[in-house]
Nanobody, 125 residues
Framework: VQLQASGGGPVQAGGSLRLSCASS????????MGWFRQAPGKEREFVAA????????HYADFVNSRFTISKDNSKNAVYLQMNSLKPEDTAVYYC???????????????????WGQGTQVTVSS
C-alpha cells in the first residue's frame, strides 16, 4: 500500500491550498483516512479525518472551519481544502489511512496503519 500526498507549497497568509492523497494497492472505501501535520520542533498532530463520507468527519479544534476534508472512494483518494491559512499552519502535512471505519473522536484516536511521505506547506505573513 502506498499513499502519495501532493499539493503543498508556499502561500501567503489568507490564501488557500488543496492537498491530495492517492492510495494505491488497497481501497479504503470502508476505512478511515486522515491528515496530520508536523511543524519544526513540534510533535505530529491530528488535523482532520474522514470515514466513509462527508457525514463522518472530525477536525482538530484549531481548524475552526477553515479546512474541509473530503474523500473520493472511486479514486481511493482523500483531499484537504485549506482556506484562510495562517503562518502557524506551516508544517509538513501527512496523509494516513486505516482499513478500520471509525466515527467522531474515533477518527482522531485511531491507530492509522499507512502513511504518506508528507507534503510541505509554508505560509508566509
Amino acid at each position: 500500500v502506498q499513499l502519495q500526498a501532493s499539493g503543498g507549497g508556499p502561500v501567503q497568509a489568507g490564501g488557500s491550498l488543496r492537498l491530495s492523497c492517492a492510495s494505491s494497492g488497497r481501497s479504503f472505501r470502508n476505512g478511515s483516512m486522515g491528515w496530520f501535520r508536523q511543524a519544526p520542533g513540534k510533535e505530529r498532530e491530528f488535523v482532520a479525518a474522514i470515514g466513509w463520507g462527508a457525514a463522518n468527519t472530525h477536525y482538530a479544534d484549531f481548524v475552526n472551519s477553515r479546512f474541509t476534508i473530503s474523500k473520493d472512494n472511486s479514486k481511493n483518494a482523500v483531499y484537504l481544502q485549506m482556506n484562510s491559512l495562517k503562518p502557524e499552519d506551516t508544517a509538513v502535512y501527512y496523509c494516513a489511512a486505516a482499513p478500520t471505519l471509525r466515527t467522531g473522536f474515533g477518527l482522531r484516536n485511531l491507530k492509522y496503519d499507512y502513511w504518506g511521505q508528507g507534503t510541505q506547506v509554508t505560509v508566509s505573513s
